[in-house]
């Protein structure tokens, strides 16, 4: 590439010389990088790269201002109290706008006034003593964020509230240059589209969208089966048909329970040092039921939340509140019990942030939040509803409830095979004469202590239960218990609950929210791309009476949901992380999903619904190395299943918080250790070794080829079938040719080596049929690279 | 566009520039053309670049940390207190413990008699530094290794107190701090991860280990440490299966490849050159870990330095032998953990057993290091998550007694990676029970590490929920006095 030259007489002075080739590509190679970095935004750290970026007409204090302040001035100048510098505060408009208690007769802000606002004076100033942010704080703003706010105050200085804590309204729909699409969804989506110049993409087909329905509403691939059937040109509005089917499916509870397993935290294990067994999976069991029969949204979190409080509760109900035992408990002798027990709310308190509203609630634990209007008194006031239960920090350590076969800790319900023959049918008992599941009471009232630093032993003021202001009171006539919560929570007022419920919906379709963070819908959480659709999805969703289906039924009738989801070359520079939903999103699917799809494109699926938790295929020892040793607990060593139960769908995979299954874990699935909404989707080597070494997918591939030949041994269409089979469509030319010459290849080799042949096909317990070995193995390995292609794991 | 947007363009942070790159094809290319070894030259400013570059000159550029499961007694291993012995069997004064919490499994004890170690003490090397009998060969290297004796924590129980070493937080969900270094410096190998753990067993009273302890939690999963286990399958899923020769799985790794590329000139979508890049590295790592893995080439002095366990796979020397064959290939942060240490009973015969099976070893690993000219740029620390008490858990029998756990004092080793060799940082009373001269917290352990990765505790920070998070969260000072 070059070489180094030294200059004669100065044998200090060299030179890397390199060729006029390799400048043009170092030069090239550079540009491309730099012009890739900052469309990335990877250069903020140089203030004055965004310096020259025109600024908006109007600037919007919730769009603009507020994420600025919140995120530079709010430590010092912001909702918590205790670490507040100087008197005022920037969040809130009385005090921005009124005079400066260290320093009477100045304002920090003052409307259409830059010179006599102090904060902007402090800004722009390079005098450190006076600049704001303290050059302490590490904190700077740019050239940028410095001209809007000089802007937002010549232009009056408005303040609003934060935009999620305003109800959500209706607002009528845009109007659009041209028409487009199915339904109101697709008018708010066309009018983003038209102000960025972009036209949306066409509709995909028939076979993609009958492939992403079933994956988004069941988790499975479509059976060939139904694909023709719903291909079939006699079938009627088509799409809509498509859409119903699987909701209909029994699937589809179990699809939209994987899903609530994560912001539910729910477990097969205690948690903490020895994570021993219990028994929730009935609980489990009622989820799937729950939205098989489209249980509307705001009954679904009564029911898990206050269950137990209605009155005259059934044992269904009562049963639901599980949701609130799902957190880790220890086992570990010698814990203080306060702590723990403390620890308990506190997770409860926080899953209630999180999972429904959408709040960061857990940073007001030990301090007034830093960010959001909520204090650490309003933190304690909501600990408090959680705080009546009955329940001890440490029951029994690991080894006395091992040896007393006792795997719910009090209070629990007890389910007995007759009751399953009724009312709770949905449970899945599988002979067992009855079983006790972890439930709420409210039978240990006590007083609520604000807690100094969060801290069990440092209480401080009592409070009484209540909701944080800021963001809906809480009305009068409510009961002051976890009932009065679950109504205060599905109140049409509540701008928080539908809000949040509509975003993670749209993200299980989309891949990601329209507010990009979905667990934080907070001053510090992104902001929605689309506020008015977000808006109008949640009031529809609240008119329609919180029904799940109905929603999922609009999304996908809605043409942005039905476009290609073809990467367009003028969208890749456009759009190239699909903000504005010019075409339908593709992204890897979960581990879960990828398991399922594995087993029931290779016809090994199980499809028994409910019931205890199954151990199919993980690799031997895992459980063994990292265990407390001998007999501390029953989950010391991982005992794998037989027979059916290893084809289980994924959601039934026995779930072990300490060390949970790792085909699930590659794939980014969380530990469960306590509440989660998100996942993230990477890319990495062990998710390739896993979909090609998990004797789980080898012995899929296997079982499907050597039913193919078994049914046909000398069938000339093994290519088509096998793809056809695993990818929902047929294979074009190149994919065809590419795909027989491989399998002759790997045929050929197999037959001049049949004991490799053999070896191959006897992964797996699955029993082997009498096939001929090299066909089998070399179709084997043929569906292991379409197993192993990014389109097979990928929602397309 | 980011005007369009309606949202501040300057909210996307650097992490996420990165976060960005690892998706798509740019990761290939941009990756190594920022975060090549940018170190020659010379500081850099503060504050001012991106990911994968140290915050000023690092000491150490990896780290091998030799964690001792379950909290080894300082009273046994380095903090001697031979006032223990002139009062034994007296009552642990009020004035002492002052109000200390104990666990539920002493607290209701009547009374709390004083124990004195059941090993002697003994000085060793120039530094004169008290090494218990128990670790005959760390006392040969005395002089190499820096003892803190006034590490304290806050947490009493064992999860919450080694989920606070490994993450900062006794709070579950936040990542481990080999995560935080791999986010913060980068990976030096491409075939292998950058932050790896490994594990073994002692026969001590041991408590179970959690995969959550080397979670990458809100960081990129790609900064997770992966357990590389014992055993012919070291990392999950490594093995292809009998029946798939070297050649047959090149085959299906290349036909795979050729799909992807028709589907990604149909799909137009670069995630799918991202996972043929993955699917690349895996092949690769097929190879490149077993062979880190094979000890069959080390020579004889190596495996007699290291003791004869070195060569049974899954021992503690094992795995001492593997950290220093994994950081010569570049690996960031090698964590071990040896289980075993918690001794609330049968102290004496328990932490002599645990002490055989890690003194060797790690005295080894050391001295390794050294010849190699490797102890100067790897930081290694060895100790636990809490220290013991310095009364008598259970029956009063001076051969057979047992120690609860203890927050307030308790010592660590650290050696090489810029740290003052031959010193001893740091005291507590008479009574082994309460520090008295130049405390360390777990924060200040996490930001003086992260000062010699050349790293600034309070600029290495992850945006989530958020909140800027950073490892030493809203605390921890650098101790100078322990750099050399």
Same mark, same amino acid.
């Given at each position: ?65 507020k ?19 100087? #008197? ?12 400066l208690?260290e ?11 830059l ?7 402090a ?18 703003l ?10 937002w ?8 509230? *934060? ?7 209706k ?9 487009? #699409? ?27 969208l ?21 291909l079939?040109?006699?079938?009627q ?22 899903? @609530? ?9 205690h ?11 009935? @609980?489990?069991? @009622?989820?799937?039921? &729950? ?5 509307p ?39 203080i ?21 959408g709040l960061?609630?857990?940073?007001a634990?030990?301090?007034? *939040? ?16 959680f ?33 399953t ?27 609520t ?13 009592s ?7 800021s ?5 009068d ?6 009932l009065g ?23 299980m ?16 959480g ?26 999922l ?12 989801s ?14 504005? @939903? ?32 199954v ?13 407390? #040793?001998?007999n501390?607990g ?29 085909n ?64 929902v469509?047929s ?7 590419a795909?027989?010459n491989?399998?002759?290849?790997a045929?050929? #080799? ?7 042949a ?11 049929l ?12 043929? &569906? ?11 929602k397309? | ?15 996420? %520039? ?7 094809? +740019? ?11 940018l170190?020659k ?15 000023f ?10 964690f ?14 031979p006032?223990?012995?002139?009062r ?9 413990r002052?109000g ?5 499994? =002493? ?12 090993v002697?003490f ?11 009998? %128990?670790?005959?060969y ?7 290794i820096? $003892? ?17 070493f490994? =993450? ?14 791999? /986010? ?10 950058? %932050? ?6 002692g ?9 959550k ?8 999963s790609?900064?997770? +440490? ?18 798939i ?43 490149? $870990? ?7 080439k ?7 330095? /290291? +003791? ?5 796979p899954?021992? /503690?020397a ?5 950290a ?6 570049? $690996?960031?942060?090698?964590?071990? /953990? ?28 050391v ?18 998550? %809490? ?12 051969a057979?007694?047992g120690r ?23 005291? =507590? ?5 309460? $520090? ?24 290495? =920070? ?13 605390? +921890? ?8």
């Amino acid at each position: 590439m070059g070489k180094l030259i030294t200059f004669k007489g100065r044998p200090d002075l060299k030179v890397f010389q390199m060729n006029y080739k390799s400048i043009t590509a170092l030069v090239l190679i550079a540009l491309i990088g730099g012009l890739y970095a900052y469309k990335k935004g990877a250069f903020e750290f140089k203030n004055d790269e965004y310096a020259t970026l025109a600024l908006p007409e109007t600037v919007d204090y919730n769009f603009h201002i507020k994420p600025i302040l919140s995120d530079k001035c709010y430590t010092c100048h912001g909702p918590d109290a205790n670490k507040r510098k100087a #008197g005022f505060r920037l969040d809130v408009q009385e005090s921005a706008l009124s005079e400066l208690p260290e320093s009477p007769g100045h304002f920090a802000i003052v409307p259409k006034n830059l010179r006599a606002s102090k904060a902007y004076l402090a800004i722009i100033s390079d005098d450190p003593t006076v600049q704001m942010p303290p050059a302490d704080s590490k904190l700077a703003l740019s050239a940028y964020e410095k001209k809007l706010i000089k802007k937002w105050i010549e232009q009056g200085a408005q303040f609003e509230k *934060h935009w999620a804590y305003i109800q959500p309204q209706k607002i009528a729909l845009p109007k659009t240059l041209n028409t487009w #699409g199915n339904n109101e969804i697709d008018a708010f989506v066309l009018k983003k589209l038209e102000e960025q110049n972009m036209l949306p993409s066409k509709k995909a087909t028939n076979e993609t969208l009958i492939r992403r329905i079933s994956l988004d509403l069941t988790g499975l691939p479509p059976k060939p089966e139904t694909v023709s059937q719903l291909l079939a040109p006699a079938s009627q509005d088509t799409i809509a048909h498509i859409i119903d089917t699987f909701l209909a499916s029994p699937a589809y509870g179990e699809r939209m329970t994987q899903s @609530w397993l994560d912001v539910a935290r729910y477990a097969d294990s205690h948690g903490y040092q020895d994570d021993s067994y219990r028994t929730m999976w009935p @609980w489990r069991d @009622w989820v799937i039921h &729950a939205f098989n029969k489209n249980l509307p949204y705001d009954t679904f979190l009564t029911w898990q939340l206050a269950g137990d409080l209605l009155p005259n509760p059934t044992k269904e109900q009562i049963l639901a509140t599980g949701f609130n035992r799902n957190h880790p408990i220890t086992q570990e002798g010698g814990v203080i019990q306060e702590e723990y027990r403390t620890n308990y709310v506190l997770d409860r308190t926080n899953t209630l942030g999180k999972g429904i509203l959408g709040l960061t609630l857990e940073c007001a634990r030990c301090h007034d *939040h830093k960010y959001d209007a909520i204090s650490q008194k309003d933190y304690f006031e909501m600990f408090a509803f959680f705080n009546q239960v009955d329940e001890k920090g440490l029951q029994m350590d690991a080894v006395q409830a091992k040896n007393q076969a006792f795997f719910a800790d009090p209070p629990f319900i007890q389910v007995s095979d007759d009751e399953t023959d009724g009312v709770l049918s949905f449970i899945n008992m599988k002979n067992i004469p009855k079983v006790n599941v972890m439930v709420m009471n409210d039978s240990a009232p006590k007083t609520t202590y604000i807690l100094n630093r969060g801290e069990y032993d440092q209480p401080t003021d009592s409070v009484l239960p209540n909701t944080p202001k800021s963001i809906f009171a809480f009305a009068d006539n409510l009961p002051k218990n976890r009932l009065g919560l679950a109504q205060w929570l599905t109140d049409r007022q509540n701008p928080l609950t539908a809000r949040v419920f509509v975003n993670r919906i749209w993200a299980m379709l989309f891949g990601k929210g329209l507010v990009e963070t979905s667990e934080d819908f907070g001053v510090q959480g992104s902001l929605p791309t689309h506020p008015e659709l977000m808006d109008w999805l949640a009031v529809d969703f609240m008119e329609h009476d919180w029904d799940i289906k109905y929603l999922l039924n609009k999304i996908m009738l809605s043409a942005t949901y039905q476009q290609k989801s073809e990467l367009r070359p003028d969208l890749k520079k456009a759009d190239p992380e699909n903000i504005w @939903w010019a075409r339908a999103p593709r992204f890897r699917m979960s581990g879960e999903m990828i398991r399922d799809y594995v087993l029931a494109t290779s016809g090994l699926l199980n499809q028994e619904i409910g019931g205890p938790s199954v151990k199919p295929y993980q690799p031997p020892g895992l459980w063994e190395e990292t265990n407390a #040793g001998g007999n501390r607990g029953v989950l010391t060593n991982y005992v794998q299943d037989q027979g059916p139960d290893l084809y289980r769908r994924s959601l039934y995979t026995f779930w072990k918080r300490t060390l949970p299954p790792p085909n699930m874990t590659i794939f980014d699935a969380p530990t469960r250790d306590f509440s989660e909404v998100r996942r993230q989707k990477t890319n990495t080597p062990l998710q390739a070794l896993v979909l090609q070494n998990d004797v789980q997918i080898l012995e899929a591939a296997r079982v499907l080829a050597q039913n193919l030949v078994y049914e046909d041994p000398n069938s000339q269409d093994y290519i088509t079938d096998i793809f056809k089979r695993i990818l929902v469509r047929s294979p074009n030319e190149k994919e065809l040719a590419a795909l027989s010459n491989y399998y002759q290849d790997a045929l050929k #080799g197999y037959e001049r080596n049949r004991v490799e042949a053999e070896k191959l096909i006897e992964l797996g317990e699955y029993p082997r049929l009498d096939t001929d070995a090299a066909k089998t193995a070399a179709l084997m390995l043929t &569906a292991q690279v379409i197993y192993n292609l990014d389109e097979t794991i990928t929602k397309e | 566009m980011e005007e369009q947007k309606k949202e501040n363009p300057l909210k996307v942070n650097r992490r996420h %520039f990165f976060s960005q790159l690892s998706i798509g094809i +740019g990761s290939l290319a941009l990756g190594s053309l920022l975060i090549p070894d940018l170190f020659k030259n010379g500081q850099m400013n503060l504050g001012q670049q991106p990911l994968g570059i140290p915050h000023f000159a690092p000491k150490a550029k990896r780290v091998i940390y030799l964690f001792q499961a379950g909290a080894p007694s300082q009273l046994e291993t380095f903090d001697y207190k031979p006032m223990l012995r002139k009062r034994m069997g007296e009552d642990l004064p009020e004035s002492i413990r002052n109000g200390q919490r104990l666990t539920g499994m =002493t607290a209701n004890q009547e009374k709390f008699p004083l124990m004195p170690p059941a090993v002697d003490f003994r000085q060793h090397g120039q530094s004169g530094t008290w090494i218990s009998d %128990f670790f005959p060969y760390t006392a040969k290297i005395a002089d190499e290794i820096t $003892v803190i004796r006034s590490m304290h924590t806050e947490a009493i129980n064992h999860d919450p107190a080694i989920t606070f070493f490994q =993450t900062g937080s006794q709070i579950s969900g936040r990542p481990s701090m080999g995560s935080w270094m791999s /986010y913060g410096l980068g990976s030096e190998n491409k075939n292998l991860p950058s %932050f790896v753990v490994l594990t073994s067993r002692g026969k001590g009273n041991s408590q179970g280990l959690y995969s959550k302890l080397w979670s990458s939690g809100f960081l990129d999963s790609k900064h997770q +440490g992966v357990l590389l286990r014992s055993g012919k399958d070291p990392v999950l899923y490594l093995n292809d299966p009998e029946g798939i020769s070297r050649s047959e799985k090149r085959d299906l790794l290349n036909e795979v490849s050729a799909l992807n590329k028709l589907h990604h000139v149909e799909t137009g979508d670069d995630e799918i050159e991202s996972r043929i890049a993955q699917y690349e590295m895996a092949y690769r790592m097929q190879m490149s $870990v077993p062979d880190v893995m094979d000890i069959s080439k080390e020579p004889k002095s190596i495996i007699d330095l /290291y +003791g004869e366990d070195c060569q049974v796979p899954g021992t /503690y020397a094992a795995n001492a032998l593997q950290a220093r064959r994994l950081a010569e290939n570049g $690996v960031r942060f090698i964590q071990l /953990y040896h289980q075993g240490w918690d001794q609330h009973g049968n102290l004496p015969n328990e932490m002599a057993g645990q002490a055989k099976d890690v003194d060797q070893a790690s005295a080894a690993l050391v001295l390794d290091l050294k010849q190699r000219g490797m102890l100067e740029d790897t930081l290694v620390i060895w100790g636990g998550e %809490f220290g013991r008490g310095n009364y008598c858990q259970g029956k009063f029998d001076p051969a057979n007694y047992g120690r609860d756990h203890h927050p307030r004092a308790f010592s660590i080793w650290m050696a090489g990676g810029g740290v003052k060799p031959g010193l001893n940082y740091g005291k =507590t009373d008479e009574f082994g029970y309460n $520090v008295i001269e130049n405390p360390v917290h777990i924060n200040d352990f996490h930001a003086t590490l992260m000062y010699a990765l050349g790293l600034d505790h309070e600029q290495l =920070t992850y945006k989530y929920q958020g909140r800027r998070f950073r490892l030493t969260d809203v605390a +921890g000072n650098v101790i100078k006095d322990l750099l050399a």
